[in-house]
Structure formats: C-alpha cells, structure tokens
C-alpha cells in the first residue's frame, strides 16, 4: 500500500514470469453471471465477466465498494447461499467446471485447488478453537498425514509467515492475537495445503499502515516463491500497483477495463479508472488541495440503466452513452476497455 501522498510507480509492479502464450489460463472465467434472489427484486451483482489468470500471476480487482468484485472472488469457492443464489456462466479453474462440481468434489476443490484469505481474519477463524488446531483439521482433510506431522506442516507455516513465537501461538485462539498476526494466521491457513489459486479479498483493509505494508510484501514474496495465480482484490489502487501484474477494474458487475498494470497506471482509457485514479493522493496534489472526487453513485443493480452504467457519473457521456450499452474495445492485444469514447479518451492526460 502506497504511503499518504507517494505517487504511483508503476515500475515497481513484480514482473512474474510470463508463461507461454499459447497455455491455457489456469482461472478461465467466461461470462459468469450472479443474481441474488433474495428481496423484492432479484439484484444482478455480477453481468457478464470474462477473466483470465495464467499460472505464477496476480491479477488485481479493483473498484468501488458494491462494483462485484468480492462477489465475482466468492464465486469461484461458490460460497454464495445456493437457494438465493442464480449463477451462470463457465468458471475453469485448473481444468475443472467449478460451477459443475458436486458437494463431495466442491469440498476437495476448497483448500486443496482454491483458497481464500477474508478480509476479516476474526470473522473467518472458528473462535472456539486454537489456530493450530483449525490448520492441522485442514491439512488432515485434504491429505492422509498424522497429527504430528500436520501440526509440523502448521509450525512451518507460521515460521514462513512469520508469526513471533510460532510454537506458542499455534495454541492461541483467534482473539489472543493482534489484527495483523491473525492475517498472518490466515494466510497460513490459506496456504496449509498447498493450493494453487489464492484469493485474496481485501486482506489489508482492517489494519494499519505499517502492517497493510508488512503483509503486501509477505503475499508478494509468497506468490513468489510458491508460484501462485492470485486474484487480489482491492478498492486501494496502490495496493494493486504494489502486488498486481494485471489490473482489472469493475463497475456495477461489470469489467470496464483490464490491461497490464502499468500501462492502466500510465494510458487509462475508461473514465472510470481515470476517475479513480485521480480521487486518490498523490505526491503532486499541492497541501490544502481539495481531493477530485466522482460525483453521483453507483448504479441499483436491480435497476441497471439500458446504457452504460457509468454514463450518469461520466463527465465525457453523451445520448448514446446513456441508450447503447458498449462492447469491449481491444485496444492492444493485452489492453480492453468496456467505453463507447475510447478514441477521445486517448488524447486525455
């Protein structure tokens, strides 16, 4: 996470190796769609996403908070309530038809396939029982080890997170410990058997500055190391900078943009992520400036205009905005905008 009033640096992106073009994406999202059934009207918090994530690279989801990017997360452990809950689409992760998947074959996808870190760790964590003991309940699940050596795998896994102490807290309970080692714990949790895809949603968001910091770099250096696809998500535009290799932005359910990130930092071509872009502080915004911010708000999401659902909000929105829906716009081979005026949005600064 950037410090209050660091610009941007986009070279500072971790550049993963690439792997070969013509490899199949290890999360192969295609037109997933989510609706949520549960009042008056049925709420479409997804419309229509298309994703790709290669093995060893992180993409990061950014947006406003109700733009669907936790819900698009949750969908790939399908952790949504099923009897209020349509879902369409096809989601591959490693090969396998998540949305297909039945109850048994969903249980061994989880943990052991995809995992996730919450964004609230005290919420996540089962209070009643030590962090050990729900690490060790996980790994002997998935695999036929002993109770010692999963509790070794669990010691291991808080030595390489660096959790202080290690051998004592595997006993602590989830409150006996701090805000950012409870991350810590579960990022631990996440990785205890050794899973391919991390799903990481706002794991930063409940701490401070110095430790937001301190576990942006372990769940870089972990990726790192293990060669993890994760998808990030994030309302924190430096955060993504700091971790992502690929940014995609979300807008009422929707991906409006999605390019490498340093080329979304340096040539954004969807006013929306122009917008975000510059509703946040930077290193030349002068003391006693006031902070540009996006008027209007999101769209109701049981309601969705016929248009463009950010043309209300959207200083460069003309009539047919507001009564075309637009297409993707390939703007190079790697960099896609959702905008009916990305031919004048080039010429913008």
Same mark, same amino acid.
């Given at each position: 996470m950037n410090a209050p009033g660091r610009p941007l640096d986009p070279d500072r992106t971790p550049a993963q190796a690439a792997a070969p073009a013509a490899e199949a994406p290890f999360v192969d999202i295609r037109n997933l769609q989510v609706s949520f059934t549960g009042g008056r009207k049925p709420v479409q918090a997804v419309g229509g996403v298309d994703l790709q994530v290669r093995r060893g690279e992180v993409v990061a989801l950014i947006g406003e908070s109700g733009s669907g990017k936790s819900v698009t997360l949750r969908s790939l452990l399908r952790l949504h309530p099923p009897r209020r809950t349509l879902m369409s689409g096809t989601v591959r992760v490693g090969g396998q038809d998540v949305l297909s998947l039945?109850?048994?074959?969903?249980?061994?996808?989880?943990?052991?396939?995809?995992?996730?870190?919450?964004?609230e760790p005290l919420l996540a964590l089962d209070p009643v029982y030590s962090v050990g003991a729900q690490i060790v309940e996980s790994i002997r699940r998935h695999?036929?080890?002993?109770?010692?050596?999963?509790?070794?795998?669990?010691?291991?896994?808080?030595?390489?997170?660096?959790?202080?102490?290690?051998?004592?807290?595997?006993?602590?309970?989830? /409150?006996?410990?701090?805000?950012?080692?409870?991350?810590?714990?579960?990022?631990?949790?996440?990785?205890?058997?050794?899973?391919?895809?991390?799903?990481?949603?706002?794991?930063?968001?409940?701490?401070?500055?110095?430790?937001?910091?301190?576990?942006?770099?372990?769940?870089? +250096?972990?990726?790192? +190391?293990?060669?993890?696809?994760?998808?990030?998500?994030?309302?924190?535009?430096?955060?993504? #900078?700091? #971790?992502?290799?690929?940014?995609?932005?979300?807008?009422?359910?929707?991906? #409006? +943009?999605?390019?490498?990130?340093?080329?979304?930092?340096?040539?954004?071509?969807?006013?929306?992520?122009?917008?975000?872009? /510059?509703?946040?502080a930077h290193g030349a915004l002068a003391k006693g400036s006031r902070l540009q911010t996006i008027g209007g708000a999101p769209p109701d999401l049981s309601a969705l205009p016929p248009g463009c659902a950010f043309a209300?909000?959207?200083?460069?929105?003309?009539?047919?905005?507001?009564?075309?829906?637009? +297409?993707? #716009?390939?703007?190079?081979?790697? /960099?896609?905008?959702?905008?009916?005026?990305?031919?004048?949005?080039a010429a913008k600064p």
């Open positions: 039945s109850p048994s074959a969903l249980a061994d996808y989880r943990g052991k396939v995809a995992s996730m870190i919450f964004q695999e036929p080890v002993s109770h010692a050596e999963a509790m070794r795998r669990a010691l291991e896994l808080f030595e390489r997170v660096r959790i202080p102490s290690p051998e004592r807290r595997l006993a602590a309970y989830p /409150h006996e410990m701090s805000g950012g080692m409870r991350q810590r714990a579960m990022i631990a949790l996440a990785l205890a058997c050794r899973p391919q895809l991390l799903l990481a949603d706002e794991p930063t968001t409940a701490l401070d500055a110095t430790v937001q910091i301190q576990v942006l770099l372990l769940l870089r +250096e972990l990726q790192r +190391e293990l060669g993890l696809a994760v998808i990030f998500v994030t309302h924190d535009i430096g955060a993504a #900078v700091e #971790v992502a290799d690929r940014i995609a932005v979300m807008y009422a359910g929707r991906i #409006v +943009e999605e390019g490498p990130a340093r080329t979304l930092i340096r040539e954004p071509r969807h006013p929306y992520t122009m917008a975000l872009l /510059h509703s946040r209300d909000r959207c200083p460069m929105a003309q009539d047919i905005c507001r009564a075309q829906a637009p +297409e993707i #716009v390939h703007l190079t081979p790697d /960099h896609r905008a959702r905008c009916l005026r990305t031919a004048d949005t």
